[in-house]
């Protein structure tokens, strides 16, 4: 069965501070895909990155940075110089050949 | 280039009564999916649907819980008979046709807020 563990329920920062979100996976599926996506307060769901499982080459969107190492099924994400606009809801998720799987995320608060 | 469109944002029905949700998925979309998300907790999936097919619906409560996905027009997932516990955000999702559906990007809706008095 597949398994997303977010460990950290909650994290609070002060602006400009980095932060990272550990993800955590198991799966038996040799071809697999990782997920962020982020809930705001207001409640939808935003797409942030799909990594496969044959790419461990960390990724750099701006302030976004995501760490695969499938030695230790991490999937990490960090934000740099945290903003308040930050502030949300993060899931982790994992696809395989069965439906996504999602963490029970990881709520972040920046604090002005 | 509209996103996934999701009516009504809120929804408040009582014991007994039906709820309709529905689900327009992103232009240029074959495949949507549903998920359910309880307070404090990640999201389910429900069910996988393409247009006149619901390809699985492991995830979905074998009574009073029905999807469909027709030919023209959105999505819809209905609640029979809803209960208490029924109140939760439900999502739909869209992602293109692929041979390995559940790997390709799923843009997400804004939900559905069904609360049940």
């Known amino acids: 069965a597949q398994k997303v563990t977010q460990a950290q329920t909650e994290i609070s920062v002060v602006e400009k501070e980095d932060v990272t979100l550990d993800c955590v996976y198991e799966t038996r599926d040799t071809t697999y895909y990782l997920f962020w996506y982020k809930q705001p307060p207001s409640g939808e769901l935003v797409f942030l990155i799909r990594?496969?499982?044959?790419?461990?080459q960390n990724e750099i969107s701006g302030r976004y940075s995501w760490n695969f190492q499938k030695s230790t099924s991490s999937f990490n994400f960090t934000i740099t110089a945290s903003q308040v606009v930050d502030s949300a809801v993060y899931f982790c998720?994992?696809?395989?050949?069965?439906?996504?799987?999602f963490g029970k995320g990881t709520r972040l608060s920046v604090i002005a | 280039n509209a996103g996934v469109m999701q009516n009504p944002r809120h929804l408040v029905r009582r014991r007994g009564q039906e709820a309709r949700l529905r689900c327009s998925p992103m232009k240029g979309h074959s495949h949507v999916y549903w998920y359910r998300q309880l307070p404090e907790e990640g999201l389910k999936f429900m069910v996988y649907l393409q247009k006149e097919n619901i390809i699985d619906e492991s995830g979905m409560p074998k009574e009073r819980f029905s999807a469909e996905f027709p030919k023209e027009g959105p999505s819809i997932l209905r609640i029979q008979q809803v209960v208490r516990g029924d109140s939760a955000a439900y999502f739909c999702a869209s992602s293109l046709a692929s041979g390995t559906p559940y790997q390709e990007t799923q843009y997400f809706g804004p939900g559905t807020r069904l609360l049940v008095l």
């Open positions: 998720a994992l696809a395989g050949n069965t439906p996504l799987v």
């Open positions: 990594r496969n499982s044959f790419d461990e």
